[in-house]
């Protein structure tokens, strides 16, 4: 290992000799070289700080809109609750046929956007994730 470390040591040693020994335009051909490699990583790395901020932008955009969704689906979750026991309520004044379409038309429509609502938010869940 340290023969192998010696050996490595001394082929540097040989670039650096050789470096010091090449003309000058060679030495500047060799900086202006590294000069613009080292822009081209520079300009690599501002672009991926633009593309990291602008996917951090996104991420905070979709988790509001998640927790709104979120808030939405509760919401009417608790409408719906609602709904339900006004109707259990009132399902003493209405007459037997009534009380069968109604309430299914109503609870039909919600559980739909309900459900809609739902796969939304699975979708921007998703999104969160990917990002």
């Known amino acids: 290992e340290v023969q192998k470390l010696n050996q490595q040591l001394e082929e540097k040693n040989g670039e650096i000799q050789q470096m010091i020994n090449q003309p000058p335009y060679e030495k500047e051909r060799e900086i202006l070289r590294l000069q613009k490699t ?10 991926s700080d633009v593309l990291c ?5 996104e991420t905070h955009q979709l988790q509001r809109k998640l927790a ?8 009417l979750a608790k409408c719906l ?17 009534e009380r069968s379409n109604q309430p299914l ?4 429509s ?15 869940k998703q999104k969160v994730a990917h990002v």
């Open 38 to 47: 080292l822009a081209e990583k520079e300009k690599a790395q501002a672009t």
């Open 53 to 57: 901020r602008s996917l951090t932008d």
């Open 68 to 75: 709104s969704t979120a808030e939405m689906c509760q919401h």
């Open 81 to 97: 609750e609602e709904k339900q026991r006004k109707e259990k309520g009132n399902s003493d004044d209405q007459i037997p046929t």
């Open 105 to 108: 038309d109503n609870e039909t």
């Open 110 to 124: 919600l559980q739909a956007l309900i459900c809609n609502l739902q796969e939304e938010n699975r979708m921007l």
